[in-house]
């Protein structure tokens, strides 16, 4: 492997360890590699968003920019997508065409509506209570072919043992640390959706996506905007300021 693009990957991937004070800080460095160099597969830009796994539960974590934050937090927010179902069978998933793909449809809607056009997810093996995944997203049709599919793979197969190396060698306290840190957005979201859920009589589904649609429109994450949403809840009436419409 002297000289190869997998060698000096493996090497990069490596100095970014060493550089990095935690987990978290190199998950966002291996996110802006892994769109760098699924991008350098194909003509159209391509954005990373981070996703990781424990104990049945997935947050988005890292992102090759605000933009692929706010997209990959839309999957975690509905619960379903192409990322989701890649750490379900360990293997990748491509959503092709938000048009005709039947997968999904809140999903899509919701993607579609951020202007992309494509994503695909692929998992990264960390051991037997964690996961993670690359989700990454094209803003152009056609964009994800066999060719981007296998360097994506290729990509992932190369950070699953720099992600694992990384947390061997400490550059946290934990993965269990960082990734309950993630977590604990959760609960405040759940408790937003459950409100929608009631004042609007729609399914969970439904709610999560008025949530992220609020979310993406102010440009603030998730965890803000449901915590701002049940601040302003009083013992009178409930005031979401969200309207489905």
């Not at 360097?151 to 947390?167: C, T």
């Not at 803000?224 to 049940?230: G, K, N, R, T, Y």
Request: aromatic fraction near 4%; proline fraction near 3%; glycine fraction near 8%.
């Amino acid at each position: 492997m002297a000289n190869s693009p997998e060698r000096e990957r493996v090497l990069e991937l490596q100095d970014h360890i060493i550089g990095t004070e935690n987990v978290a800080e190199f998950l966002q460095r291996l996110s802006v590699m892994a769109a760098a160099a699924v991008s350098r597969a194909t003509s159209s830009k391509v954005e990373c968003g981070v996703t990781l796994k424990r104990r049945r539960r997935t947050a988005t974590v890292a992102g090759s920019s605000p933009r692929a934050l706010t997209l990959d937090r839309i999957e975690q927010g509905i619960g379903e997508g192409p990322c989701i179902e890649a750490l379900r069978i360990k293997s990748p998933v491509l959503l092709s065409n938000m048009e005709t793909d039947p997968r999904w449809p809140v999903y899509r809607d919701a993607l579609a509506a951020e202007g992309c056009r494509g994503t695909l997810g692929v998992p990264l093996e960390l051991g037997e209570e964690s996961a993670a995944a690359l989700n990454f997203f094209a803003f152009s049709g056609g964009v994800f072919t066999d060719m981007v599919i296998q360097e994506a793979q290729e990509f992932a197969d190369i950070a699953g043992g720099a992600v694992r190396l990384a947390v061997r060698l400490g550059t946290a306290q934990s993965l269990a640390e960082d990734l309950t840190a993630a977590m604990e957005s959760r609960t405040s979201i759940d408790l937003a959706c459950g409100v929608i859920m009631g004042q609007n009589r729609c399914s969970q589904a439904e709610a999560m996506a008025i949530l992220t649609k609020v979310s993406s429109h102010r440009n603030q994450k998730l965890r803000v905007v449901a915590e701002e949403m049940l601040s302003n809840l009083t013992g009178g009436d409930i005031r979401t300021h969200f309207d489905p419409a």
